[in-house]
């Protein structure tokens, strides 16, 4: 997934006394190890965290076509190590090959379709109990106590939730982590030729998983995969710069 | 020992008339020598019972009472040979070697039995003695007026119908290859019936041989047992059998981390007065919660039903402890998938079965891959718990024309219009809600033919793009069409 699915390789020198020239098999095994073990486990943890952890609660913002079901998708499939991810369709739109694309087994996917905003809150609220994430799109007329409590029951079970709702916003300090989407653009197609391969979507993040500072990142897919933060290419406002 | 129309032994039946009892799955459980004579036979759907013997009384089946009355006759086996097993109100085995050799000779066992079942609970019983359940039962069935007792098991089932093996459809197909009796299934090599038909084909075919299944007593660790102890004791019965739900729940659960299910369990009872009674329930296929469940609410009844009206033991005072013991296992439990962790596929399952409840089982869906040219059509849907249809289409064929990957992530239900502004064939704008995006790029078209066959014209399909996003969209009859959004 986004942060962590990208293996970078720090320029990192070889001690001094031992000449790549000169190794024999075994003296280059010793030395692949050594560096294996001076080199970092892990790349550096990107500032935005794209993958829910354990009570969290993600909201998504921003109009159809700007790539946050498929965003919320992969967020939902990367904090689902184990378990099932329940999708709750409430236009019976969305479509699976988009889920199973950015990594969703399709013996763990599951899609509700609900609709009404008083059963959808109960709906939401049971899915927590027993599966590993849930995405789940936002009905217009869902009211805040409802979101309010999901979000005590996300915190109690510890089962990451994607909110995406259809218009308006999720009422405030509900989420902790809000990304809004503010741009994107797609490669691959011409003037009736090409096809459509990658798009970069910028995005504001905010709340308490960014520390409460307003953060601008870039998201690159390339649809067969999962999604990539591109470091160093976002932006951010003036004296909160991060990538 | 078998009461074939034990369900129908209620005060509502009506005497001399032809009756049937009818069960939850609108099935004939029971029938009465008059029904019998008219044609009605049991495992019948009630319908076709009613379209061949109109003046037939039907009489809802109430397990629960057939089981306390039943347990009187229990008791009275129970007197004479010690572990009797209960299969449903009405029929019961019992392992009868020790008391053979006790007795001295199978007709005096069997003439105690009967003398003692008939003083509790009349005639009409039949009798078979077996060497397995299998065959005991099938010589019960066949048992008329007098007890049938099996010398040889092999020879006495290779005349059987495949019909009394209890599967209808495994029966129909071999019917249906030209095997009729179990003697010409027994004659069948057993691993081409094991290839062909599986561990159904195993099962049917180790029956016919008479290689009936002995309870094979694996190791059974001593903690699977489950219990639970109430303070202040239970005397409600819909509350013990609440719990015995629960407990069957927990039973089930504990054996399928083992990967098996029990197919025979010891109910086990204490009542506030410090007395234990126990009973043995067995089944033909392994128990799930449902049957077990059923089984101990039956149980429970009767005991309290005795010491309510003091017409035996009972459980006087309430039940201060319930526990359940699987006495044999069965290997059929469900594998689990490497991935799985059956503690959280069981919170899933039951999750899933609440949502059901919530939306409807029409709403809980779940998708698998199949070939196709539109994104739509690469989606095969079918309900959550339900098998899934054959996909339509191979996943891995070419398909030409199909709409390239990324899949858009929305796909609307039905055909919605978008208005493009076209320019010599090319679209220079899409009108988004109120206002127009102009396109700032575009691929396609991908020509589809249609099913002409179906009346399905001629599409092309179009990949546009605009700043407000990515957009799948197909023109047929000079009208366009959004069939995906890119969100």
């Known amino acids: ?243 | 020992m078998w009461y074939p129309d034990w369900a129908l032994r209620r005060p509502d039946t009506p005497p001399g008339e032809p009756a049937q009892a009818i069960g939850a799955d609108h099935r004939v459980v029971a029938v009465n020598p008059e029904a019998a004579a008219a044609g009605v036979t049991v495992g019948m759907r009630r319908r076709q019972a009613e379209a061949i013997c109109p003046a037939i009384r039907s009489l809802a089946s109430d397990p629960t009472a057939e089981a306390v009355g039943f347990e009187p006759v229990v008791r009275a086996v129970e007197g004479l040979i010690p572990r009797v097993e209960v299969v449903q109100p009405g029929m019961l085995l019992a392992p009868v070697t020790g008391a053979v050799r006790y007795f001295g000779d199978e007709w005096v066992l069997v003439g105690r039995v009967v003398e003692a079942i008939e003083a509790v609970a009349g005639p009409g019983h039949r009798i078979g003695l077996a060497a397995g359940p299998f065959s005991a039962r099938c010589a019960a069935e066949m048992a008329m007026g007098e007890p049938l007792v099996v010398e040889d098991d092999r020879s006495f089932l290779r005349s059987l119908d495949v019909a009394s093996l209890g599967r209808e459809e495994l029966a129909a197909t071999f019917r249906w290859l030209g095997i009729t009796t179990l003697g010409q299934l027994a004659d069948l090599p057993r691993q081409a019936m094991v290839t062909r038909f599986g561990a159904d084909g195993l099962d049917a075919h180790r029956l016919a041989r008479g290689e009936d299944r002995r309870p094979q007593p694996r190791e059974i660790p001593v903690d699977l047992a489950v219990e639970e102890r109430f303070d202040p004791p239970l005397d409600n019965l819909e509350q013990a059998a609440f719990v015995g739900r629960a407990l069957a729940h927990r039973l089930l659960t504990e054996t399928g981390r083992w990967g098996s299910t029990p197919f025979r369990v010891v109910v086990e009872a204490e009542s506030a007065g410090g007395a234990t009674r126990s009973r043995t329930w067995r089944n033909t296929d392994p128990f799930d919660e449902a049957t077990l469940g059923d089984r101990i609410r039956w149980q429970l009844a009767a005991w309290l039903d005795e010491a309510r009206l003091r017409s035996g033991p009972g459980i006087g005072g309430g039940v201060v402890r319930l526990r359940l013991a699987p006495a044999d296992l069965s290997d059929r439990g469900r594998q689990l998938a490497l991935h799985e962790d059956a503690r959280r596929a069981a919170e899933t399952h039951r999750t899933l079965v609440q949502t059901q409840a919530l939306v409807g089982p029409d709403r809980v869906l779940v998708a698998r891959p199949q070939g196709g040219r539109d994104p739509g059509d690469r989606v095969q849907w079918s309900r959550w718990d339900d098998p899934p249809p054959a996909p339509a289409g191979d996943p891995a064929a070419p398909w030409p024309g199909a709409v390239p990957t990324p899949s858009p992530a929305l796909v609307p239900d039905g055909a919605v219009p978008l208005e493009v502004e076209w320019d010599g064939g090319m679209p220079e704008r899409v009108r988004l809600g109120s206002r127009w995006e102009p396109v700032l790029s575009w691929a396609g078209p991908w020509r589809r033919l249609g099913r002409w066959w179906d009346g399905q014209p001629p599409a092309d399909r179009y990949q546009i793009v605009t700043s407000a996003g990515a957009f799948l969209c197909e023109v047929r009859e000079g009208a366009t069409w959004l069939t995906g959004i890119y969100d």
């Open chain 1, 1 to 243: 997934m986004p942060a962590t699915s990208t293996l970078t390789m720090a320029p990192t020198r070889a001690p001094e006394h031992v000449a790549a020239t000169d190794l024999t098999r075994s003296d280059r095994d010793d030395t692949v190890a050594m560096l294996r073990r001076l080199l970092p486990a892990s790349p550096p943890r990107e500032t935005v965290p794209l993958v829910p952890v354990p009570g969290q609660v993600v909201g998504l913002h921003g109009p159809a076509g700007m790539g946050l079901t498929r965003l919320g998708l992969s967020m939902a499939a990367g904090a689902a190590t184990e378990g099932s991810v329940a999708c709750v369709d409430v236009r019976g739109w969305l479509c699976p090959s988009a889920a199973w694309e950015v990594g969703i087994d399709p013996d763990r996917l599951v899609v509700v379709r609900c609709d009404d905003p008083v059963t959808w809150a109960r709906v939401v609220a049971g899915l927590l109990d027993g599966m590993g994430a849930v995405y789940a799109e936002v009905p217009r007329q869902v009211k805040e106590a409802p979101l309010r409590t999901l979000a005590s029951a996300v915190r109690s079970k510890g089962t990451p939730l994607v909110l995406n709702p259809l218009s308006g916003m999720l009422p405030g300090g509900l989420a902790q982590l809000r990304l809004e989407g503010r741009r994107i653009s797609w490669e691959g197609t011409g003037a009736g030729h090409g096809r459509l391969l990658r798009r970069r979507l910028v995005l504001e993040a905010s709340g308490k998983a960014v520390k409460g500072m307003t953060r601008i990142i870039e998201v690159e897919d390339h649809g067969a995969d999962a999604l990539r933060v591109v470091s160093r290419l976002g932006t951010a406002p003036a004296r909160y710069a991060a990538g």
